[in-house]
């Protein structure tokens, strides 16, 4: 796809932009509100926040990321465009709670999309294999941060999150390996609606569900990740959380995205990026 220019993107996907200026306000969290999502951090190990976003934001998207699907063309490419990077910066607030106001971007992002029996996120992973929260005499200290956005309604019949709680992380003493079988036993699903926040410290592990036979309605999603700024990058090199990258440089940053990622995504996927 790295012959393709900005005019070709825009012509395939006209209610989204390249390199438009961001105009989209942040969006306000009090801090009640904060406390009560960061004692899920602490506690939990998660975030599960009801719908922030509008069906009017997250309309464009979905659509660009169902032509995409049917023209064969990863659902990772959504983000040639501006609307999924500022999504994400909408949520400024939320972010820099965790991780203080210098946050950075880290060079990973995936966006997903299926809708047949079979589909199925990623198989449970971590994020980052270090520990990534920190208790500084009783304050804590977050080093990095993954941010999940369902764009259609996430059910356990459609795909939906799955995470270890904390409280259950002993069982992968026995189960290093993280089997799926032997996890969902201690899982916690995280049905979604529509524009919802999801996201947990990157140590925490997860996994996405199953499409089912019946299942009403695709699952479509998008994730960014985030570093606080005072460690040195888990993946160099940082990138401006103000600002997404250039169209050059989106373009290189989806194909690099398959190199790390290519024993985990779909095998359409697969075949796609092996025939660039």
């Known amino acids: 796809m790295s012959n393709l220019s900005k005019e070709d993107w825009t012509s395939l996907c006209p209610e989204l932009t390249i390199e438009a200026a961001n105009t989209l306000p942040q969006i306000d969290f009090t801090d009640d509100r904060l406390d009560d999502i960061a004692r899920g951090v602490w506690g939990n190990g998660f975030i599960h926040e009801k719908p922030v976003f509008s069906q009017e934001q997250l309309q464009p998207l979905l659509k660009a990321l169902t032509l995409l699907q049917a023209k064969g063309i990863p659902p990772v490419y959504l983000y040639v465009f501006d609307q999924p990077w500022y999504l994400f910066k909408q949520l400024n607030q939320l972010i820099a709670h965790f991780l203080g106001d210098e946050y950075a971007l880290l060079p990973n992002l995936w966006a997903w999309y299926f809708d047949a029996p079979g589909e199925r996120g990623w198989r449970p992973h971590q994020d980052c294999h270090l520990e990534t929260v920190f208790d500084l005499g009783g304050d804590k200290m977050l080093m990095s941060l993954s941010l999940w956005i369902p764009l259609t309604d996430c059910t356990e019949e459609n795909g939906c999150m799955f995470v270890l709680p904390r409280d259950k992380e002993h069982v992968l003493q026995d189960n290093p390996d993280m089997e799926q079988a032997l996890l969902e036993p201690y899982a916690q699903s995280l049905p979604a609606a529509a524009g919802s926040v999801l996201g ?77």
């Open 200 to 276: 947990w410290p990157q140590d925490l592990v997860h996994w996405g569900g199953t499409f089912k036979e019946g299942a009403a309605l695709s699952r479509a999603s998008l994730s960014l990740e985030f570093q606080n700024t005072a460690f040195d990058p888990l993946v160099a090199p940082f990138l401006d959380a103000g600002a997404p990258p250039v169209f050059q440089e989106r373009l290189g940053l989806i194909q690099r995205q398959y190199e790390k990622y290519k024993h985990i995504v779909s095998e359409n996927e697969v075949r796609f990026f092996a025939e660039k």
